[in-house]
């Protein structure tokens, strides 16, 4: 089991950027999967972004973001990242990371994940 603190969110207008980043503490391997997911009021959880550490840190996005939203991660610092950029009111959510052990591969499924960070606030102004 891991623990996962997420920072980074805040309030910004449309076409805005922010990154946020998600603290890993504890053992990871190449068997895991790191992802995040977003949640707005009233909205199913989305999956948004994720990395899978046992297939060369392939990495996976929603249609909703892909060309705006790059997911990486700092090894040496055990830190995963979403750099947003062009940021819509759409966007506007909670976001958390996540992370999977023996998925391998990227993966925007929530199934697979079992921890999981508590979030942070991405607000999005037209």
């Known amino acids: 089991q891991v623990r996962l603190v997420e920072s980074g969110g805040g309030s910004v207008q449309a076409g805005g950027r922010l990154k946020l980043s998600c603290e890993v503490y504890?053992?990871?391997?190449?068997?895991?999967?790191l992802a995040w997911f977003r949640q707005a009021p009233g909205k199913e959880r989305e999956g948004v972004a994720s990395?899978?550490?046992?297939?060369?840190?392939?990495?996976g996005y929603a249609n909703s973001v892909k060309g705006r939203f790059t997911i990486s991660r700092d090894n040496d610092k055990n830190t995963l990242f979403l750099e947003m950029n062009d940021l819509k009111p759409e966007d506007t959510a909670r976001y958390h990371c996540?992370?999977?052990?023996?998925?391998?591969?990227?993966?925007?499924?929530?199934?697979?994940?079992?921890?999981w960070g508590q979030g942070t606030q991405v607000i999005v102004s037209s």
């Open positions: 504890g053992y990871i391997d190449r068997t895991y999967c």
């Open positions: 990395i899978g550490l046992g297939a060369l840190d392939s990495t």
């Open positions: 996540a992370a999977a052990r023996n998925c391998w591969d990227w993966n925007l499924n929530p199934g697979p994940y079992t921890d």
